[in-house]
């Protein structure tokens, strides 16, 4: 009933989604990983599909089940996700990029389990690609929005984050705020505009958020190339 009584303001749009985590190997048993469980981005595929857009989402791993008539790839590590990524990005009109990519990974992946063996072990990481960076430098029409996880000073952090990665929305989120950020279901976001607009968005539903940044992306869409 929900979808039926949605408005289509996405028909026809191809929306491409990232969502949750990525696993970073280190050896067959072990991974560097972080707390994002995916429910942000599982929420905007969602709620973008209901508004009538065809869906790719993109994820790393999660528990969460494909939301209807949305097409999942499932992918590990950011390396993964950035390949993928890169493979539907020339023909989506948006990207929403909400998964949590680890910024670095094992700089070397042990084919076998790692003995234990002495007081201290140091592990060597190296950089991941800035999968969201790399995918703006390539865009031609596509609407870029990105999501910033900040737990201090977040508009000055995600502003930056908007200009260093030519965005045209930031959605800036406190993952300290109680009832906020990681692994819960409701979320208590900030959408910054290129333009420098601030819309702080009060605690809603991870749905409900999300419907407010789809809200934004429509008129993004939907405004003359400039
Ligand atoms: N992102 C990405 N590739 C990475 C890291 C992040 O595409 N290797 C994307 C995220 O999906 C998100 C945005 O960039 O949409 C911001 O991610 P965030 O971790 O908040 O910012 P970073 O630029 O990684 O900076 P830092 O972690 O130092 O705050
Ligand atoms: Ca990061």
Redesign the pocket.
């Known amino acids: 009933l929900a979808t039926l009584l949605t408005p289509k303001d996405l028909q026809g749009r191809r929306i491409l989604v990232?969502a949750g985590p990525t696993h970073e190997d280190l050896d067959p048993v072990r991974f560097l990983t972080n707390r994002s469980t995916g429910k942000m981005g599982y929420a905007l595929a969602q709620m973008a599909r209901r508004r009538g857009a065809d869906v790719c989402l993109v994820s790393g791993p999660s528990s969460l089940a494909a939301p209807l008539g949305v097409e999942r790839l499932m992918v590990r590590s950011?390396l993964e996700m950035?390949q993928v990524l890169l493979e539907r990005f020339p023909e989506t009109d948006a990207l929403l990029?909400?998964?949590?990519?680890?910024?670095y990974r094992p700089a070397s992946f042990a084919g076998q389990k790692i003995k234990r063996g002495g007081d201290e072990m140091i592990v060597r990481l190296t950089h991941?690609?800035?999968?969201?960076?790399?995918?703006s430098s390539l865009k031609t029409r596509q609407v870029m929005?990105?999501?910033?996880?900040?737990t201090e000073d977040i508009y000055t952090?995600?502003r930056q984050?908007l200009e260093?990665?030519h965005l045209d929305l930031?959605v800036a989120n406190d993952v300290k705020a109680l009832n906020s950020g990681f692994a819960v279901d409701t979320n208590q976001v900030t959408i910054i505009h290129r333009s420098g607009q601030v819309e702080p968005l009060p605690l809603l539903s991870k749905a409900a958020a999300a419907d407010r940044v789809l809200d934004r992306l429509v008129a993004l869409l939907d405004a003359p190339l400039v």
């Open positions: 990232s950011a950035q990029m909400a998964a949590a990519v680890s910024d991941n690609p800035d999968i969201l960076q790399s995918l929005v990105g999501f910033a996880a900040e952090h995600a984050k260093r990665k930031i």
